[in-house]
């Protein structure tokens, strides 16, 4: 049985610990996280980093016998809290109003944490279970992963597990079963300098700049094949999902979509510019490779003078078969808690669970609903924590056989 007061003052004591990124600092949390874990018994801490200041916890708690292993992976990191002034709460004290419980990460995701810091130390107090429950706590979650989870994934064997279960942000309602891949370019125009007046001397990298940007921007036109049992699991999903994620996430799900993040150009305005930077994240559901969008882009700009293109990240998009027996079991386990059986559904945003994936390990996310993520006053709603607690724990003793 979940034990709410750990769960509450665990969450708590996480959010307490600020870790931004960047800078991408998790030492001070992952020490907090440690506490946690090393007074749950039978429970087998160690830290592990591949690059300062990044911290990375793995926990492993071995049943009675051999058999599964299971990994519960958290990210310690979160987005900046920003201008404290834009809270009505300070962004670290964790302050409770109502069935609210508020502070930079309570939703993303140091609630979920603390979920899998409760389940894992309910599964102690019986351990008459098989194989093992890992639980794998990682830094540079929002920078992508290298020096977190994909370094645990590389060099801790305990992190390969048979299936992973991520509480990140999201929704009980929801699971997740895959998430659009991403690509982000960074476009550079070339030109010369000149006086603005004297606009025949120069060549303008700015114009330049747009021309390339809005060619860029035409691939969102571009049609994908997606899958047709992501296909429908997406409409099947709808009116749960959509109301959680916004009008038009269905839509956002099945396309490409390019966002236009950053443009520089110039000194003054009436300078030619002679230089002019732009940055683009391009999303891509299943159907499409990131191969295929990269040499869409450069195509697209080929015969513009003047103008590079760079890849600075892509991933592919990432599925798990949804008839795959771990959704079945999340189902049945978040049933008896939520009063109904969660939908099956595509991620928007990237997550680590998508690491899992590429790594051969069936994933699925499964957490708290975010208010307030990334912005001023972030929030996670108590009920909601202890239901995915309460339905991580499950999972667990049936994935375990416990």
Known sequence: MIDRDLLLRATAALIAAPSENPPDDTRAVAEVARHFLQAIPGVVV???TKEEPVCNVVAVLRGARPGKRLVLSGHLDTYPAGDAARWTVPPFAATIRGDRLYGRGAADMKGGIAAAIAALAALAEHSDFAGELVLALAGDEESMGVAGTQFLLDTVPEVRGDVALVPDAGSPAVIRFGEKGLVWLDL???GRAAHGAHVHRGDNAAERLIEAVRRVLALRDRPVDVPASIREAIAAARPVSEPLGGAGEADTLGRITVNLGTI??????????????????????????????????GAAIAHLPGVGLAV???WEPTVTDPAHPLFATLRRAAAPVLGSEPVLNLRVGASDARLFRLAGIPAAVFGPTPYGMGGADEYVLIPELIAVAETLEAAARDILGG
């Open 46 to 48: 160690t830290e592990h």
């Open 188 to 190: 550079e125009a070339a």
């Open 264 to 297: 520089a150009a110039g000194i003054s305005p009436n300078l030619v510019p002679d230089r002019a930077t732009a940055g683009l994240d391009i999303r891509l559901p299943p159907g499409v490779t990131t191969a295929e969008i990269i040499a869409a882009a």
């Open 312 to 314: 600075r990240a892509a």
